[in-house]
């Protein structure tokens, strides 16, 4: 049987949780910054948990982490 493999997509957006959850960036941070508000760019470089209905799939993609 071959080696499991992390999806190596996966291991650069998403970080494991102490409680065993996983955080993520967050979009829309990029281009297009001069109509957003100072406090919306502020908050979107904060990290953010995924969803409850993703942990599985980021789960499958990150076996060892």
Do not use: E
Request: net charge positive.
């Amino acid at each position: 049987m071959p080696k499991m493999k992390s999806n190596r997509g996966a291991a650069k957006r998403f970080r494991r949780t102490a409680n065993g959850g996983f955080k993520r960036g967050q979009s829309h941070r990029r281009h297009i910054l001069t109509k957003k508000s100072s406090k919306r760019k502020r908050q979107l470089g904060m990290p953010a948990a995924v969803n409850d209905a993703d942990q599985r799939a980021v789960r499958r993609m990150l076996p060892f982490v």
